[in-house]
């Protein structure tokens, strides 16, 4: 059974009523499913169970804390973006020991507590930052595990703003900078080298970009070892790609054949970075209309959901299915769906044929990544709550943010 689907006509989220759910806990609200997470966790796992390996779940596509915890408990690792998600995956009883960090800009302070937990690698973006870790790492009197995030110049033939993996890219280090900075590293007292990583872009349903990505890195594993330089894991990064429109997901089996395919008999541990693929097909965001208006030539479904909580439409002109939450039998119309915020880029969906009155419930599928993480408080709108569906029991694993809160750190002058 899927875990969002329809009986008689309404959306149920496993066996809940997601008109209950609104009712229960407020409209905008985020819904996640338990199941979901859990059965997209174990197609890596199943796809890789034949070779040493780790998932490691990107965090910064939903940070919650039921979330990082359903994850942990399966056994999880878990790919870092900042201090801040370090805290979170530690206060959700995730392991250290399978964390990695990513990411441009590691702070001092960033750097230091990840040591002082013992992290299991630190994904380094650059030489500065190389030479950052291991003088933190020296003064610790400890030794910081690394691996090269390598950007191996593919085109992962996705949305530029969600493509990684090519040379104009902010991230990594070029293909051919990098023997020199490993080598630099092999010698560094206080740096352990231990693997290569890439992340090439997000939402990938090809595999091919996968597949240059990995025959490109293990050729540069081949010349190292050349050099006398062993890497014992390939990090082949996230960007697995779901359905939000008409995408076929990426078949994740099909996925993990072609990277155990490109590593053959060499002794490589993978680890992979999974976030989307996870936690988007696992959430949805239930809103309701607000009014109905229309102009000459438009009609307009304004709901309470707006963007400030769901970014992703303004911010990369992604396309999110809208759905009635109930079945109706009023007539179809093409609605722009839209929000209160005061930009004419909030919208959640536009020319869509829905079937709605005033009052009605929206279902914005597959909004379980880069949903509430990518939330903000733009016209003082208290951030929604977060509700997590398992089996029958429907837990908040967020509260609905007030008002008061969000002022109550500024203060008026004296
Ligand atoms: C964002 C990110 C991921 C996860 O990307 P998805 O597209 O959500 O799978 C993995 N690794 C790194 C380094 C990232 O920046």
């Known amino acids: 059974m899927e875990h969002f689907h329809r009986r008689k006509g309404a959306l149920y989220a496993q066996s809940y009523a997601c008109s209950q759910l609104a009712e ?54 878990f790919d870092i973006v900042s201090g801040g998600e370090l805290k979170r995956v530690l206060a959700a009883g995730g392991l250290p020991e399978k964390i990695v960090f990513s990411g441009v800009g590691k702070t001092a302070t960033e750097i230091t507590e ?12 650059s030489e500065a930052e190389l030479d950052r870790i291991a003088n933190i790492a020296s003064a610790l009197g400890v030794v910081a595990p690394i691996s090269l995030r390598i950007n191996p110049d593919v085109d992962a033939q996705t949305h530029p703003y969600i ?48 597949k ?36 076929t997901p990426l078949d994740i089996a ?40 229309s102009n000459e030539d438009k009609h307009f479904a304004v709901v309470d959901a707006a963007m400030n909580d769901l970014i992703r439409p303004a911010l990369y002109s992604a396309w999110q299915a809208i759905e009635p939450v109930e079945p109706s039998t009023v007539a179809e119309k093409v609605y722009d ?14 020319e869509r044929k829905l079937a709605i009155e005033q009052g009605d419930l929206l279902a914005v599928m597959s909004t379980g990544a880069y949903g509430f993480v990518m939330s903000s408080n733009y016209n003082t709108r208290p951030r929604a709550a977060e509700v997590m569906v398992s089996g029958d029991e429907a837990y908040v694993v967020r509260e609905r943010e007030n008002v008061e809160d969000l002022f109550a750190d500024e203060s008026l002058l004296p």
């Open 254 to 293: 099909q996925w993990a054949e072609c990277v155990t395919d490109a590593i053959g008999e060499r002794k490589l541990e993978i680890l992979v970075e999974p976030g989307r693929f996870i936690a988007g097909p696992a959430g949805i965001m239930l809103t309701r209309v607000e009014y109905l208006k």
């Open 114 to 125: 990840a040591l002082e937990v013992g992290i299991r690698c630190f994904n380094v973006e």
């Open 24 to 77: 229960e806990f407020g409209t905008p609200l985020f819904v996640y499913s338990r199941e979901a997470l859990e059965t997209a966790w174990q197609k890596f796992e199943d796809a890789l169970e034949n070779h040493p390996h780790l998932i490691c779940y990107a965090v910064k596509a939903n940070s919650n804390l039921a979330v990082l915890d359903v994850l942990a408990r399966l056994g999880s690792g």
């Open 337 to 350: 769906v839209v929000g209160p915020v005061c930009e004419s880029a909030d919208f959640l969906g536009k």
């Open 212 to 247: 240059d990505a990995v025959e490109r890195l293990i050729g540069l594993i081949e010349r190292l070892k050349t050099e006398g330089i062993e890497i014992t894991h390939l990090d082949v990064g996230g960007g697995q790609g779901i359905c939000y429109e008409d995408e």
């Open 163 to 210: 493509s990684t993996g090519l040379k104009e890219n902010k991230f990594g280090i070029n293909m051919t900078d990098a023997i020199e900075v490993y080598k630099r590293a092999a010698q560094m007292p206080s740096i352990e080298v231990q693997g290569m990583d890439c992340h090439i872009g997000s939402q990938l349903t090809k595999i091919e970009p996968y």
